[in-house]
Every structure is written in C-alpha cells, then in structure tokens.
C-alpha cells in the first residue's frame, strides 16, 4: 500500500518519502479502514516538518491527524466491512500511524460511523477542523447562545476551523462577523456567509481597558494569544468565547474584569479525546446544520506528493480554507 512516510536521517531530521508498505506494518487496532480521504491540518504541517514539531516521537512515522474511508475489516461488533467511517482525534498521525497512507489500523473506540447524508470526502471537507467548529459552537449554544442575542466574532476565519464556524453559523441564521487580517478574502469570507468584516489590527492588540463597547453576543476564538485577551472585553453581557486554537500563542493578557462584571464564559474546546456520544452528535449536527455545498467553496484537493510543499505553507499561514487529500490519486 502506497503512504507518506516521515523517515529519520543520520542528522535527527526527517524527511517525507512517498513509498509502498507492507499491510503488516501498520500499528496494532481493531479495525482496519480502506482509506479514501485525509486532510491537511496546522498539526500536520508540524508532523511534516524535519523535527517533526514536537509531536512525532518515534520514527518511520504516517502523519495524518484524521481520515474517511471504509472498514476492511473489524475485531469489533460495532463495524461491519462495508461501514464507512471518520476519524478524528486521538493522536492519530502523532503518536499513532494517521490517515497519509491507503490503509490504517486504529482502535474501534476512536472511529464514528458516517451520517448517510455525508460521504467521505465531505467528511473530510469537514474533517477535524469542521468537526472543532461544531464542537465549539455546541458549547456556545448550551450556554445560551441564539441568532436573536446579536452577532458571533470568528477569529482565524480564512483557516479551517474559521470558514467551517462562517459557513455553519450563518447557514443557522447567525449574523457573522469575521475577522480576517488581509482584505482580499473579503470576498471569500462574504460567500461563506460573513456580514461583517474586521480587521485583524483592530483586535490584535494589548489590552487597553479591561472593559470596551459591549459588541459581540458570542465568539468562536481560533487564535488565541493577545486577541483573546483584547476581545474578552468587547463581548456582550453573559456571553461566551470557545476558544480552539492557539496559532497566536498559549499566553495572553487579561483582567478578571470581563468575567465579573459581564458573566463572560470562557470555553477550552478540545477534540481530541471526545466521548463518543459527543463526537455522533457533532457529527449528526454537521449532516443537518452545515451547508455542504459551501463546502466546495473552502476546499482545494491535494495529492500524497503535495503535501511536503503544503505543509511548509499552512506554518506559513498560506493555506485558506480545507485541504482534502485524497490518498488514493
């Protein structure tokens, strides 16, 4: 079977390699899935670079946090040969061989059946990040979160989890505002769905005053660092900021100030390890609530040879939108 394999030179650095693998190869699990699509997510830029990010601890090693396809074979009652599967999460691609190869061999546990009104690509059109958008706005709207309370702030919103977020709260009549630090995705952003465009300047900034104009009913914060702290107090009374992504750094600025004198929550969302149940709902939400024709509109499809060049630019920042992989081409 054909794979991105990451091997590791006499130097410590690794390098990606296009090669064919033997079946018995593949890590330990329960099922083995026919693999069709993977993704290109931040994760995997770090898998793909020559030290390997800090994620991939041991060598020759399959990048590739998440993967569609269809069961070969199971050890497992729940997956029959034929079942078409997700995955998403559990280290997949970092500790654990991922989807960057035409088969994989993974724990039941980790794997969800796919909704009948969402094929393998388009889970993979999806994939962690839209599945990380849908989680997060879950918790904004299990705090109280509804179209009426006013308009939802996306930070990271040309990103995978951010045009997901556009494309899935206007879709549910949200009015999105998105904030994009460069003016030509404007356009881009608008087809998705967004209202509202704001510069990234203006919100990535220091903390000024604990509290400003009261502006936004909900957030789903991509980027973390300085912005979250500075947005925190822009956010209206009682409402809630999901935080998914830390591309602007896991340190930030902020005062208690917002949380006791407006009741502003704060939500870590992390997809990682999700119970099962909540990972069907996501995912029977995203069959429902996502308008999967928009999808086509944030995608572009790559190849296994594409993505050593691909990686080195998500780290850039030069990917928009989802990178689908089909595995197979």
């Known amino acids: 079977m054909r794979a991105l394999v990451m091997e590791q030179g006499t130097d410590g650095l690794a390098k990606p390699e296009i090669k064919d693998i033997d079946e018995g190869h593949l890590p330990e699990g329960d ?13 995997d830029g770090l898998c793909l670079s020559p030290k390997g990010g800090g994620l991939v601890k041991t060598y020759p090693h399959v990048p590739g946090i998440d993967f569609s396809g269809v069961v070969e074979a199971s050890d497992d009652p729940r997956y029959a040969p034929g079942d078409r599967v997700v995955l998403t999460g559990w280290r997949v691609g970092e500790i654990h061989w991922g989807g960057y190869a035409q088969k994989a061999r993974v724990k039941a546990d980790w794997l969800v059946k796919l909704p009948d009104a969402i094929s393998t690509r388009q889970a993979m059109a999806v994939g962690t990040a839209g599945f990380t958008a849908m989680l997060a706005l879950q918790a904004l709207e299990d705090a109280g979160l509804t179209p009426d309370k006013g308009p939802v702030l996306v930070t990271g919103a040309t ?3 951010g045009s997901v977020a556009v494309a899935l709260l206007a879709n549910l009549g949200y009015e999105v505002a998105a904030v ?51 947005l925190l107090g822009q956010m209206d009374v009682n409402s809630s900021v999901a935080l998914v992504g830390l591309a602007g ?26 119970p099962y149940e909540a990972r069907v709902r996501a995912w029977n939400r995203l069959a429902t609530d996502l308008p999967m024709g928009k999808l086509e509109d944030m995608v572009q499809t790559a190849t296994l040879n594409d993505l050593p060049e ?17 595995v197979n081409a």
């Open 159 to 161: 990103g995978g989890v």
């Open 31 to 43: 099922v083995t899935v026919r693999v069709e699509f993977s993704t290109l997510n931040y994760k």
């Open 249 to 274: 750094g896991a340190a930030f600025s902020s005062t208690v100030v917002p949380f006791l004198l407006r009741g502003v929550k704060l939500f870590g969302i992390d997809s990682v390890t999700m």
């Open 310 to 326: 691909l990686g080195a630019a998500i780290l850039k920042g030069q990917v928009k939108g989802r990178v689908v992989v089909d």
């Open 180 to 230: 994009t630090g460069r003016v030509e995705q404007e356009p881009y952003l608008r087809a998705l769905g967004a209202s509202i465009i704001v510069p990234r300047e203006d919100i990535n900034q220091p903390v000024a005053r604990p509290l400003e104009k009261a502006t936004w009913a909900g957030c789903i914060d991509a980027v973390g660092g300085d912005m979250l702290g500075r």
